[in-house]
């Protein structure tokens, strides 16, 4: 079972909706992903968290927003989406110990998102 | 601009024989390289870590080895059976920042 859980599952939204997909972890774990799947392709970078900031930005629209409330807890508000932005959205954490080891990544099983 | 190339998008084998596959990276030289299952709707599992340091490692029937000349890790899964069929992915962090990026992946079947 994984110890990362993502809400919710499923979500279908239209493209004036807002809606949250929300993570969270008890693994005491400092850094925390968004990651972006579509159909047969690789996890895609999005957003990292490290002790709670903000680190790295893929050059995502800003039509997605994290936010990290505390350190057990990651966000991803949604708003205006396109109906390509429907993929499945993971959520993963890990260590980071120091930089340059972060370890493995612990990933949620993920929310699938279809923007009509 | 970094790469990180999983060669075969599918490899096809028969159950009890070994699967070997391969990711090379380009223009980085990686502290460490990850190995990650993914099966179909669900999140990737971590598999091995192996460090630049080291040239193998082992977990049961998974063995990786990492040639930091070639930028190049093997993976290899021996005895194979069908519950090995999934998509494996290799792992970098491409930063001193958690910057992990994603193989393109390789779908394995592995038939009875």
């Known amino acids: 079972d994984t110890e990362v859980t993502q809400t919710p599952k499923h979500l279908v939204m239209g493209m004036t909706n807002k809606k949250s997909l929300k993570c969270e972890q008890h693994?005491?774990?400092?850094?925390m992903y968004w990651y972006k799947q579509k159909a047969k392709k690789p996890p895609e970078l999005m957003f990292v968290?490290?002790?709670?900031?903000?680190?790295i930005n893929e050059s995502v629209p800003s039509r997605f927003s994290p936010e990290c409330p505390n350190s057990s807890l990651l966000n991803l508000h949604l708003h205006a989406l396109q109906p390509e932005d429907s993929a499945l959205y993971l959520c993963?954490?890990?260590?980071?110990?120091?930089?340059?080891?972060?370890?493995?990544?612990?990933f949620g099983e993920g929310s699938r998102l279809t923007v009509l | 601009s970094q790469k990180i190339e999983q060669n075969s998008e599918a490899l096809n084998i028969q159950e009890g024989k070994t699967a070997t596959l391969t990711c090379n990276y380009t223009n980085y030289s990686p502290a460490y390289l990850q190995w990650y299952r993914q099966d179909p709707g669900r999140g990737p599992v971590f598999l091995l870590l192996?460090?630049?340091?080291?040239k193998e490692k082992r977990k049961e029937r998974l063995k990786v080895t990492f040639d930091t000349t070639l930028k190049q890790s093997l993976f290899h899964i021996t005895a194979s059976q069908p519950a090995d069929s999934a998509t494996y992915l290799c792992?970098?962090?491409?930063?001193?920042?958690?910057?992990?990026?994603f193989g393109s992946g390789t779908r394995l079947s592995i038939r009875p």
């Open positions: 792992a970098l962090d491409f930063s001193s920042a958690s910057k992990i990026i």
């Open positions: 192996i460090r630049e340091n080291e």
């Open positions: 993963a954490s890990s260590q980071d110990l120091y930089p340059g080891d972060t370890g493995e990544l612990f």
């Open positions: 693994m005491g774990h400092r850094a």
């Open positions: 968290y490290s002790y709670e900031k903000l680190s």
